[in-house]
């Protein structure tokens, strides 16, 4: 075989293998790249689907049936020419049958047999909590094989030593702000979508968005659903049902009520310190609190290398405020005034103004302002 080879595999029936194979080989297709496909394992319904796709013959690799010459036939007349050769694995549930190695019929013994290095895709590594798994899959990925790659996913920092692979160059990072659409993919997802926006309204959504996707996405749902399309930009908020629905199923259920209690009582802050934390709720231990949610990415954007100083995500900040508003509506001013008294202890003037102001006092507001 002298294409390029590829294998697409997956732990259990119905993790999606076949849509992402066919996707896959149509979509390289449609770049202009000649595809050749088989499928692995003793299945002789999905290759009808590959040649559909790749637009060429398809063929079935199985190596408990099938001598090693065999395979290399039908390997070379499916990537006769080709750019790139993609296998789709055999049945999730099938590990292979009890032979000697490279005749078990299982994915391995082609990933073997052709030398493809190994992309072993681990997801929702938050889920993890068993000690022996997390120490496991520490020493795995302190001994990936060359030429292979380990791919974890999650919404928290995985159970790694990351520090150290970090410093060896070995390991590539892809955080919330890598994720962040810009604007003209903003732009294309809510057109896709079927809004017609101008360029203003798209601008002040993505300002708002910061261009997460999941947020535009409900925008769009929002504005489907009969939300004022001449002043979209202006009404969504995140205080939405839509929203709301989103982000307290996807974030504040999976933290504890200390936590979601921190969440809502300190959106009334602009911008976050521990220090300033600690003095609005009059609990200490706010600048952990503060680093646990940002490794648990819970929409908190740091605003410094330093870890010292944050803020939430617009569209969060407009949920936290609307339950804190529902909730606890008359501790709103005096989170307010501590913040502003704090503020003003360490030389934020004009943020105490701002505080001042929210909580409705009048008088320390216009001594502020003749201060200033």
Not at 17 to 37: D, M, S, W, Y
Not at 278 to 299: F, M, Y
Not at 307 to 314: D, S
Request: a neutral charge.
């Amino acid at each position: 075989m002298t294409a390029r080879g590829l294998i697409v595999a997956a732990p259990q029936s119905g993790a999606g293998k076949t849509t992402i194979t066919l996707a896959l080989v149509a979509a390289l297709r449609r770049r202009g790249l000649k595809v050749g496909a088989a499928k692995a394992g003793p299945d002789y319904i999905d290759p009808a689907f590959h040649a559909a796709a790749s637009g060429s013959a398809a063929v079935n690799l199985d190596s408990w049936a099938m001598p090693d010459a065999l395979i290399e036939m039908l390997a070379a007349r499916a990537t006769d020419s080709a750019d790139i050769f993609v296998i789709e694995g055999v049945m999730g549930l099938f590990d292979g049958a009890a032979a000697k190695a490279g005749r078990r019929g299982a994915t391995a013994d082609l990933a073997t047999h052709f030398e493809l290095p190994v992309v072993l895709v681990l997801d929702d590594v938050h889920l993890l909590h068993n000690r022996e798994c997390r120490s496991a899959l520490s020493v795995l990925a302190e001994h990936v094989p060359k030429g292979s790659r380990l791919v974890l996913a999650g919404r928290n920092e995985p159970p790694l030593r990351i520090a150290r692979l970090r410093a060896e160059g070995r390991i590539t990072e892809i955080g919330p702000a890598d994720l962040s659409l810009t604007q003209e993919e903003a732009a294309a997802l809510l057109r896709a979508a079927g809004l017609a926006l101008d360029d203003g309204e798209v601008a002040e959504l993505y300002r708002r968005t910061e261009g997460w996707a999941a947020g535009l996405y409900l925008a769009a749902l929002y504005l489907r659903e009969g939300g004022p399309v001449g002043t979209a930009a202006v009404s969504f908020r995140g205080d939405d049902r839509l929203v709301s629905e989103y982000m307290k199923s996807e974030f504040l259920a999976r933290i504890s009520r200390r936590q979601r209690a921190f969440l809502t009582r300190t959106a009334v802050l602009e911008r976050m310190s521990g220090p300033l934390c600690d003095a609005v709720l009059e609990l200490p231990g706010s600048a952990t609190t503060l680093a646990d949610l940002e490794r648990s990415n819970l929409l908190l954007v740091p605003l410094d290398r330093r870890g010292e100083w944050y803020r939430y995500h617009h569209l969060f900040r407009d949920m936290l405020l609307a339950q804190l508003h529902r909730r606890e509506r008359g501790l709103m001013p005096v989170l307010r005034r501590r913040a502003a008294s704090w503020c003003l202890g360490h030389d934020r003037p004009e943020d105490a103004l701002e505080y001042s102001i929210a909580a409705g006092d009048v008088d320390t507001a216009a001594g502020l302002v003749e201060l200033d």
